[in-house]
């Protein structure tokens, strides 16, 4: 798969995203919704955000990238740190939805995702 392949069909998986997001927005009531009405607003916000910044990181990585490092190590690189930023939104969101977000607990979230990318960085190092 080409480059211009892999960004056309995450373009397309994130229009369908963005779209299912849309009509959960405006078709659940959450007052009167269930768990699965719940789980599909953030499922479909997820995936939403994972598509639309994995495009646009991995867009502003190849126009930056020099010509010595292949496209594919970039996407898959772009690719997690989009998860790690959605699921971090995603989680924050719900945190705030329960009204359980403080500013305590957001520093400790950003220490933790800290952490983890740093134990990341370290053992990819590790192996190169």
């Known amino acids: 798969m080409t480059f211009r392949q892999y960004l056309l069909t995450m373009l397309f998986g994130t229009a369908l995203c963005w779209v299912s997001f849309g009509l959960v927005l405006f078709n659940v009531d959450p007052f009167h919704s269930n768990l699965a009405g719940f789980l599909f607003f953030y499922l479909s916000f997820f995936f939403a955000l994972l598509g639309t910044s994995t495009v646009v990181w991995s867009l502003l990585a190849s126009w930056r990238s020099d010509e010595g490092i292949p496209l594919f190590r970039l996407v898959g690189v772009r690719f997690w740190y989009s998860a790690m930023l959605s699921a971090s ?7 705030q939805s329960l009204r359980v977000l403080r500013p305590w607990n957001v520093a400790l979230f950003l220490f933790c995702l800290f952490l983890l990318a740093v134990y990341r960085y370290t053992v990819n190092r590790s192996h190169t």
């Open 89 to 95: 939104l995603v989680l924050l969101l719900f945190l």
